[in-house]
């Protein structure tokens, strides 16, 4: 549905995107993380046709960003990292205007309006101003706007920056729903662990390169090379540390507040193995779980050195 | 609905309109409009009785008020257009709203057109309310309906270049205030720095010449030469011209012949040359009898607010086009040729 291939942004003597490449499926939620000024933005910009790349080419659902220009803009709905509102509008006028400029006939623009406030659960603010909304009731009205002409796919930059918690999750509950209504989505952020539950696949940038790039689950084994586990044992965390740091299969492992933090290397069996030397050495272990340092570990060693 | 309908129609306008007129800033703006206007007809007025009476004819009287009406109104549509349409782009772009139009199918040239017809509108609409207070006129007489038709046209195509002008400026400028700046500036060049420069560079003729001379063609940008002879019903003489060989003793001066009778010219005290009819007690634009067709230069055989009307519209036009290619994110031009040098390899 999405395909980006080699794609390059240079501004000056500075490249903000250098041979970017990644494919997003159809009806996948593609996660696209990096810090600030990775390249984010930019490559959102360039697949919305609203940015010319210097090099290499991008494809929306077959049509060409840099040709089919107008062809994109039916097929994509984007959300910028602003909310765009007008002042003295109503959110049913404001959806409306929008629907009138994707050229929607009049009659069916009040059903469009109607329906997009219940998706996103407004229609009870249909009536009030744009521009007295809170943060993230704009938010929504801003993700029904990008729903107006009902396009297949779905750029959105930072949609959930600057929620609260509770937005955060209805923000999210949303994005499913519009996954499972077949739309192809690809949602930038920061909040790394709703990536994580959200995203089917991901891409992590970083000075303008992608670092890596694939299903999550896989992109998570291949940056974190080894497992961690927290164990906390009963006043005997000397002893514990004795017997886990000669083990083959322990990499590191240091006491952190309290806890044993062991990286090591293996699976479910070898886990099984220190937790039995643990306990066949007499120490009482009260908690042992592996660490789910997941895509936050795998973001931070991805933007921290050169993974290729 | 059809292209045409469509162009007229799109959006843009209706969502223009909606939020325009829900703002308190409208209705201040039309009825600041109204006072100003009605105050300085009924300042104009009372002055005229107390110096002149009606001893010159009332339909002098409805002639002179009719001047001071009508130049006041351009002066006013000065202010207010650019401050209309410097933010029209500019100020989506401010408020973020620009890119989200962008990925609409609405065209570049369909936002700067919707934007210039709801400004336009607006200022249509402040010409219409204003038809009343120059009504006033009639009952004086001295200005018959095609005087007051073409000054409203030229009124109204002042207006529109200079909202041309100010999307165009709100087109480039990233900033309102700045664009607002730009625009009150080429207001100012478009109304007076025109206006000075005929006085500045004037055309140079014989004082022999047998036709009365135009000022500079370029003096025709402003609507107030063109507004004056519509308004007085005789050419402006005395501006924009320098006549040579003029009669150094400063006595009866030089008699020409111009198109609408006799006219002298003589050094003035200041150095520069004046010149009247010989059928007129004043000089300047209170004489009558004179034809108002420009009589030499570029336009020779127009009206002066025909050859007005032709110049602004090819600066609308010019504006128009040149916001239409600036505007779009991805234009298809670049003013600079030169790339940018590609990134060294990681």
Redesign the interface.
């Known amino acids: 549905m999405i395909a980006v291939e080699d794609l390059?942004k240079?501004?000056?003597?500075?490249?903000a995107l250098?041979r970017v490449s990644f494919e997003v499926p159809e009806r996948e939620i593609f996660g696209f993380v990096g810090p600030n000024g990775a390249g984010k933005t930019t490559t959102l910009?360039i697949l919305?046709?609203?940015?010319?790349p210097?090099g290499g080419k991008a494809f929306i659902d077959g049509s060409d960003v840099?040709k089919d220009?107008?062809k994109v803009?039916?097929r994509?709905g984007?959300m910028?990292d602003?909310?765009?509102?007008?002042?003295?509008?109503t959110v049913a006028?404001y959806l409306d205007?929008?629907a009138?400029?994707?050229?929607q006939p009049k009659q069916r623009r009040r059903k469009i309006v109607d329906d997009l406030l219940a998706l996103v659960g407004m229609t009870e603010r249909k009536n009030q101003q744009v521009d007295s909304l809170s943060r993230g009731l704009k938010q929504r009205v801003c993700l029904a706007?990008a729903l107006v002409h009902d396009p297949a796919v779905l750029l959105l930059d930072e949609p959930a920056s600057g929620l609260d918690p509770r937005a955060r999750v209805e923000l999210r509950e949303i994005l499913r729903e519009l996954q499972g209504m077949g739309k192809t989505i690809i949602i930038s952020s920061h909040i790394l662990p709703e990536l994580t539950e959200l995203c089917s696949m991901i891409g992590i940038i970083d000075h303008g390169?992608m670092r890596a790039t694939g299903p999550v689950h896989d992109v998570i084994a291949r940056l974190t090379s080894g497992r961690r586990l927290h164990i906390r044992v009963l006043d005997e965390k000397d002893a514990a540390l004795e017997i886990l740091t000669p083990l083959p299969s322990i990499r590191h492992v240091e006491a952190v507040n309290g806890t044993i933090e062991a990286e090591y290397d293996g699976d479910e069996q070898t886990a099984s193995d220190i937790l039995l030397a643990l306990t066949q050495a007499g120490i009482r272990v009260s908690s042992f779980a592996p660490a789910d340092g997941g895509l936050e570990d795998a973001f931070m060693k991805a933007t921290s050195e050169?993974v290729g | 609905m059809n292209t045409a309908t469509r162009a007229l129609w799109n959006?843009?306008v209706?969502?223009e309109y909606?939020?325009r007129m829900?703002?308190w800033r409208s209705p201040l703006a039309i009825t600041i409009y109204i006072v100003l206007l009605g105050g300085i007809g009924w300042a104009v007025f009372a002055a005229l009785i107390v110096t002149t009476g009606f001893g010159q004819g009332p339909g002098i009287l409805g002639q002179e008020l009719f001047t001071f009406l009508i130049l006041f109104q351009v002066a006013l549509l000065a202010f207010i257009t650019p401050a209309l349409t410097a933010g029209a782009i500019s100020g989506e772009r401010e408020?973020?709203?620009l890119?989200?139009?962008?990925?609409?199918?609405?065209a570049p040239f369909s936002i700067i057109w919707g934007k210039l017809l709801a400004s336009m509108s607006f200022v249509a609409l402040l010409l219409i309310i204003s038809v009343p207070i120059f009504s006033l006129v009639f009952l004086f007489g001295g200005v018959d309906l095609y005087q007051i038709v073409s000054a409203f046209l030229v009124t109204a195509v002042t207006a529109m270049t200079l909202g041309f002008v100010g999307v165009a400026f709100s087109t480039v400028m990233r900033r309102t205030l700045a664009a607002t700046v730009a625009s009150y500036g080429a207001a100012f060049v478009l109304l007076a720095g025109t206006l000075l420069w005929g006085a500045v560079f004037p055309t140079e003729v014989d004082a022999s010449v047998t036709t009365l001379p135009a000022p500079p063609a370029i003096t025709l940008v402003s609507p107030v030469i063109p507004l004056l002879t519509i308004a007085t019903n005789v050419p402006v003489t005395g501006y924009g011209v320098r006549y040579k060989n003029v009669n150094p003793n400063g006595g009866p001066g030089i008699l020409n012949s111009s198109g609408g009778g006799a006219q002298y010219c003589m050094a003035s005290p200041n150095g520069g040359v004046m010149c009247q009819s010989g059928v007129a007690t004043k000089p300047g634009f209170l004489q009558s009898g004179s034809a108002t067709a420009i009589q030499t230069g570029l336009f020779q055989g127009w009206q002066y607010w025909q050859a007005n009307v032709v110049m602004q519209l090819v600066i609308s036009l010019a504006a128009l086009l040149f916001s239409a290619l600036m505007l779009p994110?991805?234009r298809r031009f670049h003013f600079r040729g030169r790339?940018?040098?590609?990134?060294q390899a990681?």
């Open positions: 390059t240079i501004y000056g003597n500075r490249a250098d910009r919305a046709a609203l940015l010319q210097t840099t220009r107008e803009h039916t994509i984007y910028p602003f909310f765009g509102v007008y002042d003295q509008l006028e205007f929008y009138a400029c994707y050229r706007r390169r050169d | 959006p843009i209706a969502k909606r939020t829900r703002t408020r973020q709203t890119d989200l139009l962008f990925v609409t199918p609405i994110p991805v790339r940018a040098p590609a990134p990681a």
